[in-house]
């Protein structure tokens, strides 16, 4: 067990406590603006003594507001509410949390939507 899926599970629950609409999977009728759980990069940064693990988690933010300001704080909450650690189940906690890149754009993919991307790294360790 390496801690993935206990972190997922983390970062949905800060984003919804902080009132976020948030989807690990997006539905085609979505309402905007929302948060969407994206891709995930594992580094196994072990010692003999421990298991320690750091995982890049990206976080999708999207808007569909005339101007940046709807997804500036859709961003900024994303990351107050990801900013510090928090409980992890089955024996993992977070060491230490850093937001790693930030970039928001107008979506290439769809038409007036704003779309932000967060890459977050965690330290995560068990026991």
């Known amino acids: 067990m390496i801690g993935a899926e206990q972190l997922q599970v983390g970062i949905y629950n800060q984003l919804v406590n902080e009132g976020?609409?948030?989807y690990p999977y997006v539905p085609d009728d979505v309402k905007y603006p929302f948060v969407a759980l994206g891709e995930e990069y594992l580094l196994d940064s072990s010692t003999?003594?421990?298991?320690?693990?750091?995982?890049f988690h990206v976080i999708h933010s999207y808007s569909k507001s005339k101007n940046k300001k709807q997804i500036n704080e859709l961003n900024s909450k994303v990351i107050n509410a990801l900013d510090k650690p928090f409980l992890l189940g089955d024996g993992f906690y977070i060491?230490?949390?850093?937001?790693?890149?930030?970039?928001?754009?107008?979506?290439?993919?769809?038409?007036?939507?704003f779309h932000g991307v967060?890459?977050?790294?965690?330290?995560?360790?068990?026991?």
């Not at 967060?118 to 026991?127: A, N, T």
């Open 95 to 113: 060491s230490n949390v850093k937001l790693d890149h930030m970039q928001t754009m107008l979506d290439p993919n769809a038409v007036s939507v």
């Open 20 to 22: 976020l609409q948030v």
């Open 48 to 55: 003999k003594n421990k298991r320690h693990f750091e995982i």
């Open 118 to 127: 967060l890459r977050f790294k965690f330290e995560i360790s068990k026991g």
